[in-house]
């Protein structure tokens, strides 16, 4: 029988990939006693890496939507930090995203809307979270956003 959350992913029609191995010295993510800290997670989709700059050629709607896929590692790196389980999960605690902005831009809130707008949908109240979203003048991969997430687990 599926999970909860599994059904609520099928329902919204969201398949999680399991996000590739770091290319650099950290890892995906670290559990400490009921508290899982997940590495940001750029945007990527089925063809690699979604690049652009906010505010210089890029969207706020793009921007939101490279946003969603960061949400979609996020679950899938959570997944993996709870077993395959994740009904495990009790709270999305609080979540960082890095918006590439150009110097004039200030949006990067509402691009950041693309992350958290995911998370609720799928988690109901737990998916609620305090939140920070800033610009950055580059990000890894020339990448439109990176999020990071603390989640609380059982």
């Known amino acids: 029988m599926p999970s909860k959350i599994d059904a609520r992913l099928a329902e919204l029609g969201i398949t999680l990939v399991d996000p590739p191995a770091p290319e650099a010295n950290y890892v995906p993510f670290v559990v400490s006693g009921s508290m899982v800290y997940v590495s940001g997670q750029v945007s990527r989709g089925p063809d690699g890496v979604i690049t652009g700059k906010l505010g210089a050629g890029t969207s706020v709607e793009a921007g939101a939507a490279a946003a969603a896929t960061c949400a979609h590692q996020l679950l899938a790196r959570l997944r993996t930090a709870c077993g395959g389980d994740l009904d495990r999960v009790r709270r999305v605690v609080k979540l960082t995203g890095f918006v590439n902005s150009a110097p ?11 992350c958290s707008d995911v998370l609720v ?19 890894p991969l020339g990448a439109v956003i990176e999020v990071e997430g603390v989640f609380e687990i059982a």
Do not use: I, K, W
């Open 104 to 114: 004039d831009f200030t949006q990067q809130p509402q691009v950041m809307n693309g």
């Open 121 to 139: 949908a799928v988690l109901g109240e737990a998916g609620r979270h305090a939140r920070s979203a800033v610009g950055m003048a580059a990000l």
